[in-house]
């Protein structure tokens, strides 16, 4: 029963549609055989063809005429257009002019057909009346349907290109959203009360000892709260800032973890001004420092390469820790606000990537160059 209403309440939106696109259809057709009526009208009254004595009846004949070729006309131009204008750009016309001349020769059969059932012309008639009235329809169909199958096809790329906008300023201001909540979510760790307690305790620790690094300590420090709050101004930044934000990074918790925490950076200079979404290198150490170095007593070695391959970047960040599956990853958590990141940046062309390799974890970030 559940199944039958469901179905029943899907189905209704359909018909509804097929409903208006029917009604559409028919109140165009009426619209544009009146108007193709009158031009009829004022034409042959020109050259001579309408009496003023027989207006009423020569008004509908043409608008039974223009009635007949204007519906099926509009539904099969449609159709067409729609369907192979993009497929057949070049041909799309031709297409369209062959249905008007097949229109046209059936509405005007049609049309006397009409006449003879209602008595406006004998049957004896039928084919003289359809020879001279046939190539009227035809020219007069190919005037007024090519004219309206142009603006048709053009406000329908405009559509398109209307729509194509919107969705990319939807999927930008998406990724500004993304970017400003990996912003946020790195802002709050890097303020995290742990992280600064821990950061503030290391150097006190260090000014009696060694005052310089106490003082270089507090600059990183600065330099990446700086980083995080400005990371939202841009979607991209250089690789050589990013590296630079890292290795503050790397050396704030190395004055908290000491010779726990040993790291080593492998990217070529070469690749110093690759464009890489800010803050995504940064997220990959971070969770290395927080589930592999501070879980063990004996800490762990962070690598970082980076190499370029055909095109495409490819930075890795590794580890000796247990691994871990992206799967079990959320979307609030830094590195699947990364993937959406990724996606809406370079769609199926930029992946994170993780895998065990010689009893190492890789996290492997590959996007176009």
């Known amino acids: 029963m559940n199944n039958e209403t469901s179905t029943q309440r899907s189905a209704q939106p359909v018909n509804r549609w097929q409903h208006e696109n029917y009604v559409s259809h028919i109140l165009r057709a009426i619209s544009i055989a009146a108007c193709a009526t009158l031009l009829i009208f004022l034409l042959f009254l020109s050259l001579g063809r309408f009496r003023l004595s027989e207006t009423g009846r020569e008004l509908l004949i043409a608008f039974v005429y223009c009635a007949l070729i204007a519906w099926p006309s509009i539904v099969l131009l449609t159709r067409i257009s729609h369907r192979y204008t993009e497929r057949f750009p070049r041909l799309i016309v031709l297409m369209q002019a062959g249905v008007l001349v097949c229109t046209a020769i059936a509405g005007s059969l049609a049309a006397g057909l009409v006449f003879q059932i209602v008595g406006l012309i004998p049957r004896s008639y039928y084919w003289s009346e359809f020879r001279s ?64 307690f821990n950061t503030l305790n290391s150097i006190a620790a260090l000014i009696p000892s060694d005052p310089a690094r106490a003082e270089d300590t507090v600059g990183k420090l600065a330099s990446l709260l700086r980083f995080s709050l400005n990371a939202n101004h841009s979607r991209l930044v250089p690789l050589s800032q990013e590296l630079k934000i890292v290795r503050d990074y790397l050396e704030i918790e190395k004055t908290r973890f000491g010779a726990r925490l040993r790291y080593e950076i492998a990217v070529p200079d070469a690749l110093d001004g690759v464009k890489v979404p800010p803050l995504a290198l940064q997220s990959l150490v971070e969770n290395s420092v927080k589930h592999v170095v501070s879980q063990r007593t004996h800490g762990a070695t962070i690598q970082l390469r980076g190499a370029a391959d055909a095109g495409r970047i490819r930075l890795e960040v590794i580890d000796d820790g247990p691994g871990f599956s992206l799967d079990a990853i959320t979307p609030e958590h830094g590195l699947g606000n990364l993937v959406a990141r990724l996606e809406l940046l370079y769609g199926g062309a930029g992946q994170l990537e993780v895998f065990r390799e010689n009893e190492k974890t890789i996290v492997r970030l590959t996007f176009p160059a």
Not at 151 to 176: D, G, M
């Open 133 to 196: 009235s046939a190539p009227f329809s035809v020219v007069i169909s190919l005037m007024i349907g090519l004219s309206m199958a142009t603006y048709e096809t053009l406000r329908y790329k405009l559509q398109a290109t209307k729509l194509e906008l919107r969705t990319r300023q939807v999927e930008q201001e998406r990724a500004y959203k993304l970017l400003a909540e990996a912003q946020l979510s790195s802002l709050e760790s890097r303020i995290h009360p742990h992280f600064l």
